[in-house]
């Protein structure tokens, strides 16, 4: 079993940055690491992820160029930088992994959740 655990949400202006974290618990972690977020009324929704076995990592077009996802292996980890955040990016986050190391986008791709960080940007 693997457990994962959010850390970093909060509230920021407009333009500002957050960096949140995940850290998976357990075992030691080899597969991918997602993040996905929903906001109120909204379906969750992919937001970015990375593989342990290396290659790009993947965004979503909505967050290319001002979110970076990065791993720690030595702490089954990773973080996710939000930099110029906009209003629409306030949702609940949630990290998200599967034991396989190619990238999925669907939600039910994936075997384990974190309960969520929230993030809000005031205008």
């Known amino acids: 079993q693997v457990q994962l655990v959010e850390s970093g949400g909060g509230l920021v202006q407009a333009g500002g940055s957050l960096r949140l974290s995940c850290a998976a618990s357990?075992?030691?972690?080899?597969?991918?690491m997602a993040w996905f977020r929903q906001a109120p009324g909204r379906d969750r929704e992919f937001v970015a992820a990375?593989?342990?076995?290396?290659?790009?990592?993947k965004y979503a077009d909505f967050v290319k160029d001002r979110f970076t996802i990065s791993r720690d292996d030595a702490n089954s980890a990773q973080s996710l930088q939000m930099n110029n955040l906009k209003p629409e990016d306030t949702a609940v986050y949630y990290c998200?992994?599967?034991?396989?190391?190619?990238?999925?986008?669907?939600?039910?791709?994936?075997?384990?959740w974190g309960r969520g960080t929230q993030v809000t940007v005031s205008s």
């Open positions: 990375i593989s342990w076995a290396g290659g790009s990592p």
């Open positions: 998200a992994a599967r034991g396989a190391t190619v990238i999925h986008t669907r939600r039910q791709s994936y075997n384990y």
């Open positions: 357990g075992r030691t972690f080899y597969g991918v």
